[in-house]
């Protein structure tokens, strides 16, 4: 996703990308483009509206696009040495 292939140069996408093939099963062959095309927007859909999230407060992306007001953040700022 990055220039220069470092996996900290854009961890969001990589977190995504990991949760999409190993959990939202795209980790795998399929046997054309029409199917891989369905996986991945069965999982996109299942991922922002049935997946919930912890940084969210336990709501799906959806739900919380929709709060007037998010949880407060969960997350730690990541400090580099």
Same mark, same amino acid.
Do not use: F, V, W
């Given at each position: 996703? /990055?220039? @220069?292939? @470092?996996?900290?140069?854009? %961890?969001? %996408?990589? *977190?995504?990308? !990991?949760?999409?093939?190993?959990?939202? !099963?795209?980790?795998q062959i399929f046997s054309n483009y029409a199917a891989a095309v369905d996986a991945v927007c069965n999982a996109v859909h299942a991922y922002n509206?049935? *997946? =919930?999230?912890?940084?969210? !407060?336990?709501? /799906? =992306?959806?739900? %919380?696009? /929709?709060?007037t007001r998010l949880p407060g953040k969960k997350w730690k700022t990541r400090t580099i040495l």
């Open positions: 996703m /990055t220039q @220069s292939g @470092s996996p900290y140069d854009n %961890a969001i %996408a990589e *977190r995504l990308n !990991g949760i999409l093939k190993h959990h939202m !099963g795209l980790n509206y049935i *997946r =919930p999230h912890m940084s969210l !407060g336990n709501l /799906t =992306p959806q739900q %919380a696009h /929709t709060q």
